[in-house]
């Protein structure tokens, strides 16, 4: 069974997928079902991506659950970046529809430049100060009740290496140990985001070893999305995460319905 809980379409600000061309692909990939996580960075507003942008996406997805039905579970949701250090954006988003899915991720901490337009050679801070920062603002984010899951932890990597940077983790192992503990403790998922590949990376995100600590403190409520922009990327590596998930000893993967896990066993 492959479903995919990551995925933006054209009413996130860097994607131009139509709605109904991702739910096509969709069905030639063999996708059981997909939640489509449009993003709302609570930082830039009205910048980035709008109120208004959800209120289409709903418009639009809503009447394509219902034309899908039976073929594909189609489910909404949002990913929520920086919800946790500006709280009001945040809660005028989360009001605006019931979403079935709230992916909490961090594409900048407060007051710092969006990771994804940071240039690592140069970077406007130390980058083991921009790293310690990013999982301090993900413990944060791991302890708030808003979210359901954090997504792609530690994707500052996917856009060093687009700079030939290479970011090392490990002065920041016992913080990350807290944000796997605290996920675990308040019922959150961890996302295992396959896009590391798509973006030149050796590894998912998290890597590797961040699963096998993950498992070994006694997680078990996993995400698997692709953070497709393109419908042709949905559904990507999910076959791979499982077979992965599997060797770390997992059993299940789950995706969200009315803020719910639903348990997949892995195959």
Known sequence: MIFDTHTHSKYSADSSAEPREMLQAALRSGLAGLCVTDHFDCDRIPGFCTLENLRAAKRTFDPLQQQYAGRLTVLRGVELAQGVLCPNEAGVALALTDYDY????????????????????????????????????????????????????????????????????????????????TLIETGKALELNTSGFRYGLPEWIPDIGVWRRYRALGGELVTIGSDAHRPCDIGAGHREAQALLRELGFRWFCYYRARRPVMAPLE
Do not use: K, N
């Open 102 to 181: 709230v992916l909490g991720s961090l594409h900048a901490a407060r007051w710092r430049q969006d990771y994804y337009f940071m240039d690592y050679r140069r970077p406007p801070q130390p980058l083991p100060q921009l790293v310690r920062e990013y999982f301090e603002a993900c413990l944060q984010l791991a302890r708030w009740d808003r979210v359901d899951a954090i997504a792609h932890l530690g994707y500052l990597r996917r856009y060093a290496a687009r700079d030939g940077v290479s970011l090392d983790y490990t002065p920041c192992r016992e913080l990350i140990d807290q944000i796997l503990r």
